[in-house]
């Protein structure tokens, strides 16, 4: 089941997510919360085509030419699950890279965001239960 970048309904996610948060279009408070449950779970095939084609897709419909929200934005959406975010920033910084000039702040934020990866990764006592495309 793929996530369906032209959704706009009203799921139960979004409505309890919409007055924490700023204001986003629907689909991507869906987008984060879908996005978050394929990782949780180990869909390594929808992780897959979340990072391949869909994050793509929302971005050119609504990022085109500016930031994705940043991870503190995305936070409440996804219960601050820390691991998440680290992925999501690393997708945030990516389309800075790829779409946008990086500021030098973006710059040290995005490494500091590698940083805090590898120090997720390693610095545990047990794996965590991650799985991710290659």
Known sequence: MQFDVDASGTGAAAEVYTAETVELPEVIRLFAVYFQKQLREGNVYEVHAIYESTFNKLTDRFY???????????????GGDATFLLLYKELYFRHIYSKLQPTMEQRVASWQNYCDIFDTLLNTETPLALQLPN
């Open 64 to 78: 085109k030419s500016s930031p994705w929200p940043n991870a503190e934005t995305i936070a409440p959406l996804v």
